[in-house]
């Protein structure tokens, strides 16, 4: 059975397209049964590509994103995916406040608690910073990856 997994941040353009893209190309490289998604909790870019400086990073690691849009987190996410990563605390209480019930709670989890149980670690926002933040979180997701795709396929 498919699993589907959508990763989530602020404005879907930096840290949750990357973290589709790494997941999107592993599961392609490895032949896994995963269906990935992406979206931000708010409505600022919307339509819009993934962040220019994100794409180029992603380039560098051989991770193209460029056919990513961003889109807004809706309600209706609980019901399609099975397992809802958030890259920061405010992301994930955004998306919590919007849980109708434990079921979907149960769904949302912080991404870097996969490579760092329990530590509750967030993922930066490198937009406001320079290149290197964009390798660095790209970095973090890599190792979190790991992991993700250690639990799904068991």
């Known amino acids: 059975m498919k699993t589907r997994v959508l990763m989530v941040c602020l404005g879907n353009i930096c840290r949750s397209p990357i973290a ?7 599961v392609q490289k490895e032949g896994l049964d995963i269906e990935t998604d992406s979206a931000g909790t708010s409505s600022f870019h919307v339509g819009e590509k993934p962040d220019s400086r994100m794409r180029a990073a992603a380039l560098k690691n051989g991770i193209d994103i460029s056919d990513l849009r961003a889109r807004q987190f809706v309600v209706s996410d609980f019901d399609e995916f099975d397992i809802i990563y958030a890259m920061d605390r405010s992301n994930y209480n955004n998306i919590m406040a919007l849980a109708r019930n434990a079921e979907d709670e149960a769904k949302v989890r912080m991404i870097l608690n996969e490579s760092n149980p329990g530590m509750n670690y967030e993922v930066p926002d490198p937009y406001y910073g320079g ?5 660095d979180v790209i970095d973090m997701l890599n190792d979190a990856m790991d992991v993700v795709i250690q639990k799904i396929n068991g």
């Not at 589709?20 to 592993?26: A, F």
């Not at 290149?131 to 390798?135: E, L, M, N, T, Y």
């Open 131 to 135: 290149d290197q933040g964009f390798q």
């Open 20 to 26: 589709e893209g790494i997941l999107r190309d592993r």
